[in-house]
């Protein structure tokens, strides 16, 4: 099955800076499907992070971003990233990105993992001094 391929997770501090990469195979065309991040704690919901819509035509950012995370593509690469700056204790998760062909970027789609296309299998972030 088609799958995201994330990476850059690790043992980090808190106040630490991490960006996280999402591969996404070439058959999910950047310009066609939005991709969005997500962060699942242990025992958790997964929560909607950030998305970026086809063809990176917007940005959205969820709650857990909390003005701290970017969202970019690098078109070239097929890969999209997440900066993530000042991490905090609440950040430790796994995260996972995905992609929904052709729908909008915005509230609803981080509310909306169970529609989903595709996902990746996750990488781990871990916040502890």
């Known amino acids: 099955q088609v799958q995201l391929v994330e990476s850059g997770g690790g043992l980090v501090q808190p106040g630490d800076s991490v960006t996280l990469s999402c591969v996404v195979p070439?058959?999910?065309?950047?310009?066609?499907?939005?991709i969005g991040w997500w962060s699942q704690a242990p025992g958790k919901e997964s929560k909607g992070v950030s998305c970026?819509?086809?063809?990176?035509?917007?940005?959205y950012y969820g709650d857990p971003a909390m003005g701290r995370f970017t969202i970019f593509r690098d078109n070239a690469k097929n890969t999209v990233y997440l900066q993530m700056k000042n991490l905090n204790p609440e950040d430790p998760a796994t995260y996972y990105c995905?992609?929904?062909?052709?729908?909008?970027?915005?509230?609803?789609?981080?509310?909306?993992?169970?529609?989903?296309?595709?996902w990746g299998k996750g990488t781990q972030v871990t916040v502890s001094s």
């Open positions: 995905s992609a929904d062909l052709a729908d909008p970027c915005g509230g609803y789609y981080l509310s909306d993992q169970y529609g989903m296309d595709y």
């Open positions: 070439e058959i999910i065309s950047l310009n066609r499907y939005a």
């Open positions: 970026s819509g086809p063809g990176e035509t917007n940005r």
